[in-house]
């Protein structure tokens, strides 16, 4: 069999397997979360957000959420050693203001500890 003809078989196969993949995987939350600034990041927007009145006035939900999405964890500064709930350090901006979030991350929800605005 000559290479062209190999060549044309193994694209036609390729693209009906990309094919089959997009109509499996349409409309579906798949997530390659491989870094563990993403895993962390995935594992805090799924849980619940416990406010606290004193630090997070005007800090809701939603706005967490959009927070999460383009925030750095300062694993430096975090302690992940803990069994029970993990302090994780954040570095984000909300409002284009630079922030910085000390966040308790427990079994099932999240709790803001500190928020700083930086300069």
Do not use: H
């Not at 004193?54 to 300062?74: C, H, Q, Y």
């Amino acid at each position: 069999m000559k290479l062209m003809y190999r060549l044309g078989f193994y694209m036609m196969g390729f693209s009906i397997g990309l094919i089959f993949l997009a109509l499996i995987l349409n409309g579906k939350k798949a997530t390659c979360n491989y870094g563990p600034n993403d895993r962390v990041i995935s594992n805090l927007s799924k849980k619940a957000w416990k406010p606290q009145n004193k630090i997070t006035r005007e800090f809701d939900s939603i706005a967490f959420k959009g927070f999460l999405n383009k925030a750095n964890v300062d694993f430096g500064k975090s302690n992940t050693q803990k069994d029970s709930c993990k302090i994780y350090f954040i570095n984000g901006y909300w409002d284009k203001k630079p922030i910085s979030i000390t966040l308790k991350n427990c079994e099932k929800t999240v709790e803001v500890v500190k928020l700083n605005y930086r300069s």
